[in-house]
Structure formats: structure tokens, C-alpha cells
Nanobody, 125 residues
């Protein structure tokens, strides 16, 4: 059974940093799309960043470019999201997600099949 579990969230003041982790089980990173999404109250789920593992490629939403970095540690089967220079508008529940068997990735939610339960990130001004 594929499972994802996020950790590393919490509260931080604007300008601070957090690193989210997503530990996966039931699979190894080979040719998946791995991504981070977020959802804040009253808003839909927003794609933040993805990593195409087979191509070692990554992409970011415009709102987080230059501030967030997606990475992985295959030995630990863990996906990371380093978040720097956080802003109040980054406050959300963050989810990691997996699309198996794809070489090309997007931030379209419908393609992702496996999801973590989410973790809260709160950025105060």
C-alpha cells in the first residue's frame, strides 16, 4: 500500500524558513511525479512544485519561484520542500502527492493518485 506522510510544518514569522518532509512507503522513486500542493481556507488546492523523478526535473508555481525548493532523498524515500522567505499568503495545509508511472509532470491535481494527510504551515506577519 502506498502511503505518504508529511512532517516539518508549524508556525513561523514572515521572512522565516521551514522545511517540509514527506516520507513515502510502498514504492521507490523511479519514474513518478512527486509534488507539493497547498490549500488555505476558502481556496482550492494549489500546485506548489513538482519533481519529475525520471528526468530529475522540477518546476514551481510562479508565486513561490526563487523561494521554495523541491528535492528528494531516494535512500530515505523522502521528498522535501524547503521554504524560504515565507509570506503570510503561504499559510496553508500542505500536501505531498504522487503520480506513478509518468515521465512528464504537471501541477494538475487530477493526475495525482496518492496523497498525504496534509500538514499545517502558518506564517504570521
Amino acid at each position: 500500500e502506498v502511503q505518504l506522510a508529511e512532517s516539518g510544518g508549524g508556525s513561523v514569522q514572515a521572512g522565516g524558513s521551514l522545511r517540509l518532509s514527506c516520507v513515502g512507503s510502498g514504492f521507490t522513486y523511479e519514474r513518478e511525479c512527486m509534488a507539493w500542493f497547498r490549500q488555505s481556507p476558502g481556496k482550492g488546492r494549489e500546485g506548489v512544485a513538482y519533481m519529475a523523478t525520471s528526468l530529475d526535473d522540477s518546476s514551481y508555481a510562479h508565486s513561490v519561484k526563487g523561494r521554495f525548493t523541491i528535492s528528494r532523498d531516494n535512500a530515505k524515500n523522502t521528498l522535501y520542500l524547503q521554504m524560504n522567505n515565507l509570506k503570510p499568503e503561504d499559510s496553508a495545509i500542505y500536501y505531498c502527492a504522487r503520480e506513478p508511472g509518468s515521465a512528464m509532470c504537471t501541477l494538475a491535481e487530477r493526475w495525482y493518485e496518492n496523497w498525504g494527510p496534509g500538514i499545517q504551515v502558518t506564517v504570521s506577519p
